[in-house]
């Protein structure tokens, strides 16, 4: 991530590992063969690597869901072995693929379920329910008690992440949370994640099998191949430019260049303006408005400068006034969304281009494929240069040819 508006207070703590090993019962090879690592406070660390390198395994004894057959870990400097499990488990939070809800509770009480054990009183509780719901994007009102069978996929895993930062805990788990919704709503958890990263200042670990979340999404990226071992570790920015070695150059795959595109936020691009609209006016105003403007389509907005709609002339010449819409059903693009994202929500969109919202859902503009191609451009070329500097530098890393590491 970065962005310059990360909040000054670190509420996550650094985590070590230390030669560690997991050997599983009748394995001939250790799942996980002596893994070290520093996982620094306050930043998003990304798991990524082939299915089965051993990440859910490296993941998991963190929090001692597995015990590690040697080799130390330290939470906050301290050994974690020296904390009862239980106790551990309660200090860290973890979400795993689907929110994993408890189908017979509901959303409050499932969200409550540490604070619970944590012995908070009735009230505090609540209090913080209400406060994590609005935090992950979802209605307090509406959806404190609903059950988990009533929500949407992506609805369970806002849900998931909410019962994960219940109790504030500074480090937090993350097993391919994203993994099992559609990719429009992938993007968004993301860009909440981020937004809710950049207020807390956890330490979040994040397991991801993709490439492009892990660039997204991380502070350093940590490159795993077979039983852990690891390829590379450090930002997505230099991994990107600058691979290791073969296998971290398979993985990256052939397009690191465009895979720069996930590190460009829609907030480096200059957003387009278009005919805005109140719920209520004229129509025939609006339609003038626009005509004059050259404009084909005008974005809707309410009374708090939110986008509801985004109408075609034609489409508004159907009634006097200009009618409502339904902003939840209304695809728009969190400026921190990543121009990956941006093209995936254009495609989907009728207008050629998506609606950009800043903070709290305020209307910013309108982000389209010229602007997108323009900067395209721009960003291969440079990686190109980028990656034709360092390759004449040396490493310090394995010459390329060895396989892998
Ligand atoms: P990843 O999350 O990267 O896909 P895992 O950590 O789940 O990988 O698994 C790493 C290796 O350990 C794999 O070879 C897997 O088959 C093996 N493994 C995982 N869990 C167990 C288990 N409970 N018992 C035996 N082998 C396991
Ligand atoms: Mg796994």
């Given at each position: 991530m970065t962005d310059t508006t990360h909040s000054d207070t670190i509420s996550g703590v650094e985590i070590t590992l230390d030669n560690v090993v997991k050997r599983y019962p009748g394995q001939k090879a250790p799942a996980v063969d002596s893994l070290s690592l520093t996982i620094p406070a306050g930043e998003v660390v990304m798991f990524v690597g082939p299915?089965?390198?051993?990440k859910t395994t490296s993941l998991k004894m963190i929090n001692r869901l597995i015990e590690p057959t040697s080799g130390t870990i330290r939470i906050d400097g301290e050994d974690i072995r020296g904390k009862g499990a239980d106790e551990l488990r309660r200090s860290i939070g973890y979400v795993i693929q689907g929110g994993s809800?408890?189908?017979?509770?509901s959303v409050a009480k499932n969200i409550a379920i540490v604070p619970r054990m944590l012995g908070w009183s009735k009230g505090r509780i609540a209090e913080r329910v209400d406060e994590l719901l609005d935090l992950v994007g979802l209605d307090p009102e509406r959806y404190?008690?609903?059950?988990?069978?009533?929500?949407?996929g992506g609805q369970q895993q806002r849900v998931g992440v909410a019962r994960g930062l219940a109790a504030d805990p500074p480090v937090i788990l993350m097993d391919e949370p994203f993994g099992a919704v559609d990719p429009i709503t992938r993007q968004r958890l993301q860009d909440e994640l981020l937004s809710i990263q950049r207020e807390l200042r956890k330490t979040i670990v994040m397991v991801t099998h993709d490439i492009d979340e892990a660039v997204k999404l991380g502070d350093r990226v940590l490159i795993l191949a077979e039983q852990a071992r690891v390829a590379q570790y450090d930002t997505p920015e230099t991994i990107l430019a600058a691979p290791a070695n073969d296998f971290v150059d398979d993985f990256v795959g052939s397009g690191s260049g465009l895979k720069q595109l996930s590190l460009?936020?829609?907030?480096?691009i200059e957003l387009s303006i278009r005919t805005t609209a109140r719920v209520g006016e004229e129509s025939a105003d609006v339609v003038a408005r626009a005509e004059q403007a050259g404009d084909a389509s005008v974005v809707i907005l309410d009374d708090r400068n939110r986008p509801v709609a985004w109408r075609f002339l034609r489409q508004l010449r159907r009634s006097s006034q200009v009618q409502p819409g339904d902003r939840e059903s209304l695809i728009t693009l969190d400026h921190r969304a990543t121009l990956n994202d941006a093209l995936d929500t254009m495609l989907t969109s009728s207008h050629g281009g998506a609606l950009v919202c800043g903070d709290r859902d305020q209307y910013l503009g309108i982000i389209d494929f010229d602007s997108v191609t323009e900067h395209m451009r721009a960003v291969e070329k440079h990686a190109a240069e980028v990656v034709g500097s360092s390759a004449t530098q040396p490493t310090g890393y394995a010459p390329t040819g060895e396989g892998t590491p």
């Amino acid at each position: 991530m970065t962005d310059t508006t990360h909040s000054d207070t670190i509420s996550g703590v650094e985590i070590t590992l230390d030669n560690v090993v997991k050997r599983y019962p009748g394995q001939k090879a250790p799942a996980v063969d002596s893994l070290s690592l520093t996982i620094p406070a306050g930043e998003v660390v990304m798991f990524v690597g082939p299915s089965g390198c051993g990440k859910t395994t490296s993941l998991k004894m963190i929090n001692r869901l597995i015990e590690p057959t040697s080799g130390t870990i330290r939470i906050d400097g301290e050994d974690i072995r020296g904390k009862g499990a239980d106790e551990l488990r309660r200090s860290i939070g973890y979400v795993i693929q689907g929110g994993s809800l408890f189908p017979h509770m509901s959303v409050a009480k499932n969200i409550a379920i540490v604070p619970r054990m944590l012995g908070w009183s009735k009230g505090r509780i609540a209090e913080r329910v209400d406060e994590l719901l609005d935090l992950v994007g979802l209605d307090p009102e509406r959806y404190r008690d609903r059950y988990p069978r009533e929500l949407s996929g992506g609805q369970q895993q806002r849900v998931g992440v909410a019962r994960g930062l219940a109790a504030d805990p500074p480090v937090i788990l993350m097993d391919e949370p994203f993994g099992a919704v559609d990719p429009i709503t992938r993007q968004r958890l993301q860009d909440e994640l981020l937004s809710i990263q950049r207020e807390l200042r956890k330490t979040i670990v994040m397991v991801t099998h993709d490439i492009d979340e892990a660039v997204k999404l991380g502070d350093r990226v940590l490159i795993l191949a077979e039983q852990a071992r690891v390829a590379q570790y450090d930002t997505p920015e230099t991994i990107l430019a600058a691979p290791a070695n073969d296998f971290v150059d398979d993985f990256v795959g052939s397009g690191s260049g465009l895979k720069q595109l996930s590190l460009t936020r829609v907030s480096a691009i200059e957003l387009s303006i278009r005919t805005t609209a109140r719920v209520g006016e004229e129509s025939a105003d609006v339609v003038a408005r626009a005509e004059q403007a050259g404009d084909a389509s005008v974005v809707i907005l309410d009374d708090r400068n939110r986008p509801v709609a985004w109408r075609f002339l034609r489409q508004l010449r159907r009634s006097s006034q200009v009618q409502p819409g339904d902003r939840e059903s209304l695809i728009t693009l969190d400026h921190r969304a990543t121009l990956n994202d941006a093209l995936d929500t254009m495609l989907t969109s009728s207008h050629g281009g998506a609606l950009v919202c800043g903070d709290r859902d305020q209307y910013l503009g309108i982000i389209d494929f010229d602007s997108v191609t323009e900067h395209m451009r721009a960003v291969e070329k440079h990686a190109a240069e980028v990656v034709g500097s360092s390759a004449t530098q040396p490493t310090g890393y394995a010459p390329t040819g060895e396989g892998t590491p």
